[in-house]
């Protein structure tokens, strides 16, 4: 970046943190309310195996909420999320105020009743209209009620290796790769990639429930949405397995041809996981990998592919359109939270820094997050927000403009999906996600191994599995 630019953004930043604009800037740390009294407790509290400097983090948390917020006693309790567990405790009263479940489970909990409202809340700090579409869509109701925010999120597109690209010919006349916008394409790029470099087109980890995580992605793509979803609830609120329907079919025949009729796929996929993946495109033995935003670092930083050989594209398209993986963790709230627990447990994540404000800390810390992901090798790229609000994000984009140390041409297409709409967000399935991947996982294992697999044959018999769990873990509940 050259020396105006620089100053540009750090002029941004000056402009930002002294004209106290709509995002606000934080409130030092004397008494803001000295009325409001309740008590809530903290289930996102580090456990007792945490380390040390985490620990002392979130005690650094307590204290100034009990500054700020004298009357409101915080209760520390670490609280490990799981669906099956949380239904017990918010229906017998004993979920704790705030949680953190993954992006699987908010449509459930709220369609249920299991958590509580804080959209009075988030109004009364004045950031209910700045809260992003792409996210209230995954954490409110039909009315537009909000009952949770992210706590990190991340979205699906594809990492590249751009040096097995060169090597194939892959690439336009400015140097840019020429990456896959369709399924199709992909395979079709792979293939060539697989001939020209012997390595594999595509890495695909289709161990444990990686493979059938990845899947769901694919047959949105291929249609499996709305009335042919994976899974959906009928009229009777009964949770239906639709692993047959002929949209998954197609999207599984896929994922067959990826291996006997493209041949891209890395030798070893059954037995590749998540960490494996990034391994074998930073090592320049595949070339592309499904994978998100918050993992650029993994191939590159960790495995020492250099950034200028790196690139994140947007998830190809299917014949019925094109779906990403929007997922990650957030924070909820216990079913019976008061209002003015509501208030104090919004006052307690904009300490967090969860919240659209800023201030001295918080800026030091984003920059110095910033400089340690340059300094080892990670791209340093914009963070997806979760806020529409035009000055919180350009402070946050002037300081990753400081320390950019790439060619934002090689990611430009990724973000511009996201802010011009081309691409569609979805959640993660709505129950017992991970059961449904491992089910999914087993067929494709199938699939990739045995050359004459009768798709409609493994598909049935994993929905005939997964329709059983449903009905014994909550449809007879």
Not at 161 to 183: C, Q, S
Not at 264 to 292: K, R, S, Y
Not at 387 to 395: G, L, P, Q, S
Request: proline fraction near 5%.
């Amino acid at each position: 970046m050259n020396k105006r630019c620089q100053w540009i953004s750090l002029l941004l930043v000056l402009c930002f943190l002294i004209s106290a604009v709509p995002c606000g800037y934080a409130e030092a740390d004397g008494v803001i309310d000295a009325d409001l009294s309740c008590t809530i407790t903290l289930g996102n509290w580090p456990p007792d195996t945490a380390a040390e400097a985490e620990k002392a983090l979130f005690e650094g948390y307590k204290a100034t909420m009990a500054v700020q917020y004298p009357k409101v006693t915080l209760v520390p309790d670490y609280y490990s999320y799981t669906l099956s567990n949380y239904v017990a405790m918010a229906k017998g009263g004993t979920a704790p105020s705030i949680f953190q479940p993954p992006f699987t489970d908010p449509q459930l909990l709220i369609s249920q009743h299991l958590v509580g409202d804080v959209t009075d809340a988030l109004e009364q700090f004045g950031v209910l209209d700045k809260f992003s579409p792409a996210y209230v869509e995954m954490l409110a109701d039909e009315n537009g009620r909000i009952y949770g925010l992210p706590r990190d999120g991340y979205v699906l597109g594809m990492h590249i290796n751009i040096d097995l690209f060169r090597e194939a010919g892959l690439i336009d006349e400015e140097g840019l790769p020429v990456y896959p916008k369709t399924l199709q394409e992909l395979a079709e790029y792979g293939k060539l990639i697989k001939e020209k470099t012997g390595k594999a087109g595509l890495v695909f980890p289709a161990s444990e429930t990686y493979g059938g995580w990845l899947f769901t992605n694919i047959a949105w793509n291929f249609g499996c949405v709305g009335d042919s979803a994976l899974e959906y609830q009928d009229e009777d609120g009964r949770w239906v397995c639709n692993f047959t329907s002929p949209e998954c079919i197609a999207a599984m025949e896929y994922m067959r041809d990826l291996r006997w009729k493209y041949d891209i796929l890395n030798a070893d996929a059954t037995t590749t996981d998540w960490a494996g993946a990034h391994t074998l495109l930073g090592t320049g033995e595949a070339a592309m990998n499904f994978a998100a935003d918050d993992s650029v670092d993994q191939p590159t930083a960790n495995k020492g592919l250099p950034v200028e050989d790196f690139a994140l594209i947007p998830f190809p398209a299917g014949d019925a359109g094109r779906y990403a993986l929007a997922g990650g963790t957030c924070y909820m709230f216990a079913p019976d939270i008061t209002k003015d627990q509501g208030v104090a447990l919004m006052a307690y994540l904009k300490i967090l820094g969860k919240l659209p404000f800023l201030d001295d800390q918080i800026v030091a810390g984003m920059r110095a997050d910033y400089a340690a992901k340059r300094d080892r090798g990670a791209p340093v790229i914009p963070a997806i927000s979760a806020w529409n609000d035009d000055a919180y994000n350009a402070a946050k984009q002037a300081i990753v403009d400081e320390y950019c140390n790439v060619d934002m041409r090689l990611y430009s297409d990724f973000f511009d999906s996201l802010s011009e709409g081309t691409i569609t967000l979805k959640s993660e399935e709505p129950v017992f996600a991970q059961q449904l991947y491992r089910e999914l996982t087993a067929v494709i294992q199938r699939m990739i191994t045995r050359e004459g697999a009768d798709v409609v044959k493994a598909l049935r018999q994993a929905e005939e599995s997964f329709q059983e769990y449903l009905d014994d873990e909550i449809n007879d509940y």
